[in-house]
Each structure stands twice: as C-alpha cells, then as structure tokens.
C-alpha cells in the first residue's frame, strides 16, 4: 500500500500564492509519475501539473507559467508552487501517483484551495 499525504491548501486572494506538498510512503518501489489533479464543484477532475521519473513535465494550458511542479525523490514528495491565482483556479487539489510495471493509481484526500475576488 501507498499512502499520500497532502498539506499546504488553503485560503488566498486572487493574485496571491500556494505551495501544495504531498508525500508518499509505503510500498513505493520505483515511481512512474507524480503530480497534480484539481476538481471543482459540479466539474469533472481535471489534470494540473504532473512529472515523471525522467522528469519530463505536463502542465495544463490554464495553469502554465503561473504554476511550477517540483519532487525530492529522496523524499518520494512532490511540490506545486501556485502563484498568480485566480478564482478559477478553486478547487479541491488531488496528488497522485503511479509505479513501474503497475496499473494501480493511487490518490491523496485532497487539499482545498479557495480563491477569493
């Protein structure tokens, strides 16, 4: 088993910043791709910002240039730098996380992030 545990959510005004942290522990053997998914209400959960074990990087078009995913591998944790939010960037955040050679996905309780006017 692999738990993920996320911290960092919160409360902010538009134009302000977050930094999201999740770290994994348990039966991590070698990590395929960590990141980011947000899900609004009444919205479909939605790809943020994800890294793979190449350190290649996906980010989505409505987040690029304002977010900034980073990981410690020594730590098996992964960052999102949130800068320059916007209400519609409200959400509750998910991290997620799959292995090598495994088809299991494994997703954290989720963090708010609420953006005020």
């Known amino acids: 088993q692999v738990q993920l545990v996320e911290s960092g959510g919160g409360l902010v005004q538009a134009g302000g910043s977050l930094r999201l942290s999740c770290a994994a522990s348990?039966?991590?053997?070698?990590?395929?791709?960590m990141g980011w998914y947000r899900q609004a209400p009444g919205k479909q959960r939605e790809l943020v910002a994800i890294?793979?074990?190449?350190?290649?990087?996906t980010y989505a078009d409505s987040v690029k240039g304002r977010f900034t995913i980073s990981i410690v591998n020594a730590k098996n944790t992964v960052y999102l730098q949130m800068n320059s939010l916007k209400p519609e960037d409200t959400a509750v955040y998910y991290c997620?996380?799959?292995?090598?050679?495994?088809?299991?996905?494994?997703w954290g309780q989720g963090t708010q992030v609420t953006v005020s006017s």
């Open positions: 890294i793979t074990s190449s350190s290649t990087i």
């Open positions: 997620h996380l799959n292995q090598l050679n495994s088809p299991r996905d494994y």
């Open positions: 348990g039966s991590i053997l070698s990590i395929s791709t």
